[in-house]
C-alpha cells in the first residue's frame, strides 16, 4: 500500500488522513437507537482492528475524547503494529464557578498529559461558547492555551463557527491548527460548502477538516471526492468507521482521489443493479 500524505502542525509530522471516534463511541449524529448501536457494538478488540488498518498504512493521527475504552484501543493497537499514535484529544471543561471539581481545566488537562496527547484542543462545545463575535475576540482562550503548553501539549481551536478562523486568524490567538466543519452537503455548517473552502484556503493555519460524509448522508467517494480535491496540502480530513473493512475502503479512496485516480473499489450489489453489470 502506498505510504499515506503527511502534513506539518506545530512541528510534529502526521497524516493528512484522521482516524474519527463518532463511530467508535456512539456519536451517529442520526439517532438515539443508532447511538444505542454503536456504544453497544464496539468493544476496545473491535476498535484496536480499526486503528490497527489505519496504523499499518500509515495514518497514525487520532482525534477524539480521553475516554478509558479508547485509549485502551489505541494501546492494543500500538502494541500489534509497533507504531505509536498521534493522540489529538478534544475534551471539555468548566468554564464557569461551581461547575464540578473533576472538570476543573487543571485536572482535565493533567489527565490528557497524562495520556500522551500529542494535541490538546479544548472541545468546540468550550471554544464557540467563548467567541465574542461582536467585539471579534476569544475570551479566556490564552488562558487555557496556555495551560495546555505547559503540560507540553500542542494548542489548537476546535469549532463549529466559521468566523472563528477569521477572527483566530485576526487576533493571534496561541494556536497551531483549526477544527473546522467541511463537507458538500453543509451538514452542521453555519454557511453554504463554498465559503467555508474560501475560508479553508485563506486560514493562516492547517485545518483538520471534520464530518466529509455529513456523518453517513453521504456516499464515501462523494464526500471524499470533494474534500480531498478542493483542500490546501497542508489541510486534513477526519473521518468516522465502524469496520476494518470500511477503514480500508475509505483510506484506499483517499489515496486514488489525492492522486487524481478514478476509484476502482468494489461497488454494493443489488437486484436492481443486474442490468448494470457487464
Keep these: 500500500m502506498e505510504a499515506f500524505p503527511r502534513t506539518t502542525v506545530g512541528g510534529v509530522s502526521l497524516s493528512r488522513l484522521i482516524i474519527g471516534t463518532n463511530w467508535f463511541l456512539g456519536w451517529s449524529h442520526t439517532s438515539s437507537a443508532k447511538d444505542k448501536f454503536i456504544r453497544s457494538y464496539q468493544t476496545r478488540e473491535r476498535l484496536a482492528d480499526i486503528i490497527e488498518v489505519f496504523l499499518r498504512a500509515g495514518v497514525d493521527t487520532l482525534m477524539g475524547m480521553p475516554v478509558a475504552m479508547l485509549t485502551d484501543a489505541v494501546k492494543e493497537a500500538e502494541d500489534r503494529v509497533g507504531r505509536k499514535v498521534i493522540f489529538v484529544v478534544t475534551p471539555h471543561f468548566n468554564i464557569l464557578p461551581g461547575e464540578p471539581p473533576e472538570t476543573e481545566p487543571e485536572r482535565v488537562f493533567d489527565e490528557c498529559q497524562r495520556l500522551g496527547a500529542t494535541f490538546c484542543f479544548p472541545h468546540q462545545c468550550i471554544t464557540d461558547r467563548l467567541l465574542d463575535k461582536m467585539h ?143
Aim: charge should be neutral; hydrophobic fraction near 40%; glycine fraction near 6%.
Design 136 to 278: 471579534g475576540v476569544f475570551r479566556d482562550l490564552d488562558k487555557y492555551t496556555a495551560m495546555i503548553r505547559e503540560r507540553g501539549m500542542i494548542p489548537g481551536l476546535s469549532t463549529h463557527t466559521p468566523d472563528s478562523l477569521v477572527i483566530a486568524d485576526k487576533t493571534g490567538v496561541d494556536v497551531e491548527t483549526y477544527i473546522q466543519l467541511y463537507n458538500a452537503a453543509g451538514f452542521l455548517m453555519h454557511v453554504e460548502a463554498d465559503w467555508v473552502m474560501r475560508i479553508i484556503r485563506n486560514a493562516k493555519k492547517p485545518v483538520m477538516t471534520i464530518k466529509p460524509l455529513a456523518a453517513g448522508r453521504l456516499l464515501p467517494p462523494v464526500g471524499l471526492a470533494f474534500v480531498w480535491n478542493t483542500l490546501r496540502d497542508c489541510d486534513m480530513v477526519t473521518i468516522g468507521t465502524t469496520t476494518p473493512d470500511e477503514a480500508r475502503e475509505v483510506i484506499d479512496l483517499s489515496l486514488d482521489f489525492l492522486n487524481r485516480r478514478i476509484p476502482d473499489n468494489e461497488l454494493q450489489r443489488t437486484r436492481s443493479k443486474n442490468g448494470l453489470v457487464s
